[in-house]
């Protein structure tokens, strides 16, 4: 069964702070990995997806990293604003039964003008 | 696209009252799925489908719970009855052959 782990579980930086998530899985068998944000009360956002052959993918002033062979992926974020304060969760969808995603736990990500 | 539509926002019912939850996916998209959030469980799969057919409802927590998708623009996801241990946000999600997946703002269910 595969199990998604993020730690930190929150963590707060001062704004301009480049910083690191990290999400690591057990089950290196996956069709991909999704980084989503989430606001309090709100939906899940979509901010980045990287296939299972690709390595990482960039979106302004994040970058996505995927590592299949250790389980890791990092979300970085660079030169970090207030705005960027949220949830943000990684998501595992599997090789085989592609809809059954996993989800990790989230970090809530804090950060001070 | 406006994207993934879910309704109501919020529900508050009684105790053992029917509660049905809609979605209208993302149009063209071939998978939706049905997710359950909770502060203690985190978000948990409930059921998916793929191209209007069930494809895997281990997640359905007991009988009480079903979903349906009766064409590709619609899904419901019904409890009856409905216990306070349901309360929870409700989301719907679809995606494109198991691509990225997009999210509705979900429906915040209150059973008291």
């Known amino acids: 069964k595969q199990e998604v782990t993020q730690i930190p579980a929150a963590l707060s930086v001062p704004e301009g702070e480049n910083l690191v998530l990290n999400c690591s899985f057990t089950?290196?068998?996956?069709?991909?990995l999704q980084w989503f944000r989430q606001d309090p009360g709100k939906g899940l956002t979509s901010l980045l997806l990287?296939?299972?052959?690709?390595r990482e993918q960039t979106s302004g002033r994040l970058n996505a990293s995927l590592d299949k062979s250790s389980g890791r992926s990092t979300l970085y974020i660079a030169a970090s604003q207030p705005g960027d304060s949220a949830t943000y969760l990684c998501a595992v969808r599997p090789n085989t039964n592609a809809g059954k995603s996993t989800f990790g736990d989230g970090t809530t990500l804090t950060v001070k003008p | 696209d406006a994207g993934v539509i879910q309704s109501p926002r919020h529900e508050v019912t009684e105790m053992g009252q029917e509660v049905t939850l809609r979605c209208k996916p993302i149009?063209?998209?071939?998978?939706l799925f049905w997710y359950r959030q909770t502060m203690m469980r985190g978000l948990e799969l409930l059921i998916y489908f793929n191209n209007n057919v069930p494809i895997d409802d281990s997640g359905m927590p007991e009988d009480r719970f079903s979903a349906k998708m009766p064409n590709a623009s619609f899904s419901t996801l019904k409890i009856q009855p409905s216990e306070p241990r349901d309360s929870a946000v409700y989301f719907c999600?679809?995606?494109?052959?198991?691509?990225?997946?997009?999210f509705g703002q979900g429906t915040r269910l209150t059973v008291v």
């Open positions: 089950d290196s068998a996956i069709y991909n």
């Open positions: 999600a679809s995606s494109l052959l198991a691509r990225e997946a997009f």
């Open positions: 990287i296939q299972s052959s690709q």
């Open positions: 149009s063209g998209h071939d998978y």
